[in-house]
């Protein structure tokens, strides 16, 4: 594993981007989920929502288009694109919460095959318990995409047979994006569709606490002398 270029987190959120469909409208989440406005294919119109009330959120603001008025719900500058809306949380909680957002994308401390997500409270002793509306996106969008590392910064397993932290949502989660695979959730099962390049199942496997099934199409995630990664 020691040789294997594991994805950073724009190359995910790249990778995501590239998965939602045109019309599509999204929220992005807090952490590395709102690097996804950064790589959004420029032939597709996606409507970006942030749950502290813009809808038509752009990408990250640089230079002079900072305005401190103008964050995202992780509190970083963004653009808006022509005809976007400002509005207050009761009203943005509302989009959340009734089915009109087809994509959340959440950051996630562990995943259980069941669609279980854990993405608010680790059990550190010095944890602060912040859930925001993240358990609003978990239940109301149509489809729930997690990304993460796949494992913590001491080499403990995210994908897991039983989440052990507090829940965010029950059976929410559609597909998994990590730093090493792209993981799809479908009868209780961590169904494997993408690997990165020059890693093993069994490695992968040992990664995992949760049994992976590996598709039969099972694609290679390459990244090229660019530093874009892309599957093959």
């Known amino acids: 594993m020691s040789n294997i270029k594991a994805l950073n987190r724009d190359q995910i959120a790249a990778l995501v981007a590239n998965i939602l469909p045109d019309g599509s409208y999204v929220n992005l989440g807090i952490g590395i989920p709102v690097k996804v406005s950064d790589h959004l294919p420029p032939d597709r119109e996606i409507i970006l929502h942030s749950e502290n009330g ?21 509190r970083v500058p963004v653009t808006l694109l022509n005809g976007a809306s400002i509005t207050e949380h009761c009203n943005s909680f509302a989009m959340m919460r009734g089915g009109h957002l087809d994509y959340a994308i959440l950051g996630g401390f562990q995943v259980a095959p069941n669609g279980d997500l854990a993405n608010w409270l680790t059990d550190a002793p010095d944890a602060i318990a912040a859930i925001g509306g993240a358990m609003d996106l978990a239940v109301g969008a149509k489809n729930v ?25 029950a059976g929410v989660v559609n597909k998994v994006y990590t730093d090493l695979a792209i993981i799809a959730i479908k009868n209780n099962q961590f169904i494997v569709e993408a690997i990165i390049e020059g890693l093993s199942p069994k490695e992968l496997q040992s990664r ?19 530093g874009k990664a892309s599957l093959v």
């Open 54 to 74: 813009i809808l038509g959120m752009g990408r990250a603001a640089v230079g002079d288009e900072i305005d401190s008025d103008i964050v995202n719900a992780g």
């Open 208 to 226: 995992s606490e949760a049994p992976l099934v590996f598709a039969h199409n099972l694609q290679t995630i390459q990244i090229d002398d660019a």
């Open 145 to 169: 995409i997690v990304m993460m590392e796949h494992n913590t910064k001491d080499g403990q397993h995210k994908l897991l047979n039983t989440c052990t932290y507090p829940l965010t949502g």
